[in-house]
T-cell receptor
Framework: DAKTTQPPSMDCAEGRAANLPCNHS???????VYWYRQIHSQGPQYIIH???NNETNEMASLIITEDRKSSTLILPHATLRDTAVYYC????????????FGTGTRLTVIP | DAGVTQSPTHLIKTRGQQVTLRCSPK?????VSWYQQALGQGPQFIFQ???????QRGNFPDRFSGHQFPNYSSELNVNALWLGDSALYLC??????????????FGSGTRLTVV
């Protein structure tokens, strides 16, 4: 079962930062936070993951609170192509073999 | 470099029939997982194959079975189809020793409609 809570939908203006929150209050010490997104009619796409430190890659930044009970995915300059469903998943490294997706956040980037 | 390839892209079957879906993993990947995604829901894990054996399984009945071939490609078989089996079936591949760093690579899925 999914161990995360995400808002069902969000809007973001094109060119602005999109901040997608995720609550995972029952996360264990050995569980990582993973983010995937799914653009319409495509399979999910890996974005980023982290344990306790903030992470950044070419797609996004991941901010994890000090108590690790919540995190925020940041898309620094949202484009129309970022419109998708974003999934926040918590899993151990070995458990990442079988990811449990919830219903995610539907992000709509508005021109 | 081809990613994950799934076939067919769309399929219509009648209740009670059997279906086989196919997946070719990304080059260099040795592990294949299958997911079922109902309309409006997130993907649900069916099972994972590594070294031609089922390694892990989700909460799906025995009507769902699979196979992995020596070239790492995989098949998902569903017997005695129900209307409720209508969904997008996703294949994801990875390297077992590198899931942590790179995550899964998903295919675009097979849309199965049972009538």
């Amino acid at each position: 079962d999914a161990k995360t809570t995400q808002p069902p939908s969000m809007d973001c203006a094109e060119g602005r930062a999109a901040n997608l929150p995720c609550n995972h209050s029952t996360i264990s010490g050995n569980e990582y936070v993973y983010w995937y997104r799914q653009i319409h009619s495509q399979g999910p796409q890996y974005i980023i993951h982290g344990l306790k430190n903030n992470e950044t890659n070419e797609m996004a930044s991941l901010i994890i609170t000090e108590d690790r009970k919540s995190s925020t995915l940041i898309l620094p300059h949202a484009t129309l192509r970022d419109t998708a469903v974003y999934y926040c998943i918590v899993s151990t490294q070995t458990g990442a073999n079988n990811l449990f997706f919830g219903t995610g956040t539907r992000l709509t980037v508005i021109p | 470099d081809a990613g994950v390839t799934q076939s067919p892209t769309h399929l219509i079957k009648t209740r009670g029939q059997q279906v086989t879906l196919r997946c070719s993993p990304k080059s260099g990947h040795d592990t294949v997982s299958w997911y079922q995604q109902a309309l409006g829901q997130g993907p649900q894990f069916i099972f994972q194959y590594y070294e031609e054996e089922e390694r892990q399984r989700g909460n799906f009945p025995d009507r769902f079975s699979g196979h992995q071939f020596p070239n790492y490609s995989s098949e998902l078989n569903v017997n005695a189809l129900w209307l409720g089996d209508s969904a997008l079936y996703l294949c994801a591949s990875s390297r077992l020793d590198r899931i942590f760093n790179y995550g899964y690579t998903f295919g675009s899925g097979t849309r199965l409609t049972v009538v």
